[in-house]
Antibody
């Protein structure tokens, strides 16, 4: 069974740091890009960051540039998100998601979609 | 920054057809993906590559594309289809970015 399990969320003060982890199983982890997507309470989905299968391509939402660092350890089937200088507006449920495309074999140019999602880990930034 | 626009809400009676649109300037160049999210649950992919249906997704879910607008169609809507629906696409500028629409709440009357 394909599964993603997030961990590392919690309550943290503004300006502090937090590291999220996502443990993957049931598929060949190092063949797929991975993403972090968040959802603030009562709001819609927001893509936070993505990393290609070989870590050669990385992207961040504008509000996360310079503060968030995505990484992966293919030997451990794990995805990470280091979040620094946290803000109240970073409060959200953070989902880990697997990309649908095998090793960037995109049908027509750079493309991303998410076919497997974890259940999320909650991050609350508050003083 | 690139944006995808969805209507905030759509309402239909059971058995009718629901259509949810998503508009974006780059959609002719990028595929669109659709997700269903029920309260308290993680999103589920229901359509990929504009119109392909993943295994396990009922045939009543379909997708189409025309210019800068893509449409998720749910035929013969059932009560269990009541959920939030999000479209998603990649930013075509080569920045490795992903964009979600604001979401549409489907209400089954």
């Amino acid at each position: 069974e394909v599964q993603l399990v997030e961990s590392g969320g919690g309550l943290v003060q503004p300006g502090r740091s937090l590291r999220l982890s996502c443990a993957a199983s049931g598929f060949t982890f190092d063949d797929y890009a991975m993403h972090w997507v968040r959802q603030a309470p009562g709001k819609g989905l927001e893509w936070v960051s993505g990393i290609s299968w070989n870590s050669g391509s990385i992207g961040y939402v504008d509000s996360g540039k310079g503060r968030f660092i995505i990484s992966r350890d293919n030997a451990k089937n794990s995805l990470y998100l280091q979040m620094n200088s946290l803000r109240v507006e970073d409060t959200a449920l953070y989902y880990c998601a697997k990309d649908i495309w095998f090793r960037e074999h995109w049908p027509k140019g750079e493309d991303y979609g998410m076919d497997v999602w974890g259940q999320g880990t909650t991050v609350t930034v508050s003083s | 920054s690139y944006e995808l626009t969805q209507p905030p809400s759509v309402s239909v009676s059971p058995g009718q057809t629901a259509r949810i649109t998503c508009s974006g300037d780059a959609l002719p160049k990028q595929y669109t993906y659709w997700y269903q999210q029920k309260p308290g649950q993680a999103p589920v992919l229901v359509i990929y590559k504009d119109s392909e249906r993943p295994s396990g997704i009922p045939e009543r879910f379909s997708g189409s594309s025309s210019g800068t607008t893509v449409t998720l169609t749910i035929s013969g809507v059932q009560a269990e289809d009541e959920a939030d629906y999000y479209c998603q696409s990649a930013d075509s500028s080569g920045t490795s970015h992903v964009v979600f629409g604001g979401g549409t709440k489907l209400t089954v009357l």
